[in-house]
């Protein structure tokens, strides 16, 4: 399957402190791609990483990839209560298929 | 900007009701998608579509079809409306196949009810 599994499954942390949630998948891929969801909302894309590349930044994102352990994290650096909402990861592979986990929920208290 | 446009914020639908749920996108993308979300469940693929005419099922088709007769409109059809079909539903489109695939880009959703 080319879905991404989110771990942890809930993360709790305090205005201020970094958030760091883990995807891990199965299948070789081209590129791997986190998204963001506000409650009730649709997804938004914060960043995409290629299999040829280790490390991404984007303001206070940064991602990393290690296709030997099929696994990808995402750290959020000094994380605002506005950071609050559901991360998903999605391994883009071969095929068309854009598919998701159930995500990490991320509540950052003020 | 990228716009993917869903035709109803919120619906309210009654049992055996066919439903349209219209998702048109702005930005000649050739893969459109279509899912559902429940709590706990995350979003669940239902359809996709990679050219005007070609869709593939996901992993939840059963009581759902599409159809996408121009690139930039994919439907999604509940035949006949069941309360167990309640549900958030959200449309996405990207651009690109294999090693240049791109982000997507998704709609606002619409909360369907069937009552």
């Known amino acids: 399957s080319q879905q991404g599994e989110e771990d942890p499954q809930a993360l709790s942390i305090q205005e201020g402190e970094n958030a760091t949630m883990n995807c891990s998948y199965k299948t070789s891929i081209n590129n791997l791609q986190w998204y963001r969801q506000n409650s009730g909302r649709g997804l938004v894309h914060l960043i995409l990483?290629?299999?040829?590349?280790r490390e991404k930044h984007s303001g206070r994102l940064r991602v990393t990839l290690d296709t030997s352990k099929k696994s990808s994290s995402l750290l959020i650096t000094a994380s605002r209560a506005a950071d609050t909402a559901s991360y998903f990861c999605?391994?883009?592979?071969?095929?068309?298929?854009?598919?998701f986990g159930t995500g990490t929920l991320l509540a950052v208290q003020p | 900007d990228v716009k993917v446009t869903q035709s109803s914020r919120y619906l309210v639908k009654r049992t055996g009701e066919k439903v349209f749920l219209e998702c048109v996108q702005d930005?000649?993308?050739?893969?459109m998608f279509w899912y559902r979300q429940d709590p706990g469940l995350g979003l669940r693929l239902i359809y996709f579509?990679?050219?005007?005419?070609?869709?593939e099922k996901g992993d939840i088709p059963e009581g759902y079809s599409v159809s996408r007769e121009k690139k930039e409109r994919f439907s999604l059809i509940l035949e006949s409306a069941s309360t167990n079909q309640t549900s958030m539903y959200l449309c996405?489109?990207?651009?690109?196949?294999?090693?240049?695939?791109?982000?997507?880009?998704f709609g606002q959703g619409t909360r369907l009810t069937v009552v």
């Open positions: 579509s990679y050219d005007v005419k070609m869709k």
């Open positions: 930005m000649d993308h050739e893969n």
């Open positions: 999605a391994p883009r592979g071969a095929t068309n298929k854009l598919i």
């Open positions: 990483i290629r299999s040829n590349e």
């Open positions: 996405a489109s990207s651009l690109g196949r294999g090693t240049w695939v791109t982000e997507a880009f």
